[in-house]
């Protein structure tokens, strides 16, 4: 699995823990959510991603988005 792939896959995990959170621990784990996606708006610009960074720093292979 490439690095892009990864991080997609740890973005997709971590939206849908923080939806069940939500729903069924508490109102206030929406916060987590507006996090994870301000997370990938920023990187979209920035083209930092902290999840690639610990991907790359656990020796998953390079894609092509996050180089």
Sequence with gaps: MTLDRSVLLF????VLLSVALTAFVSAHFVWFTVFIGANLI???F????????????????????FE
Aim: aromatic share 8%; hydrophobic share 45%; charged share 10%.
């Design 46 to 65: 920035t083209g930092f991603c902290p999840a690639a960074t610990a991907f790359r720093a656990l020796g998953i292979k390079k894609g092509c988005a």
């Design 42 to 44: 920023q990187s979209s």
């Design 11 to 14: 973005a997709g995990v971590m």
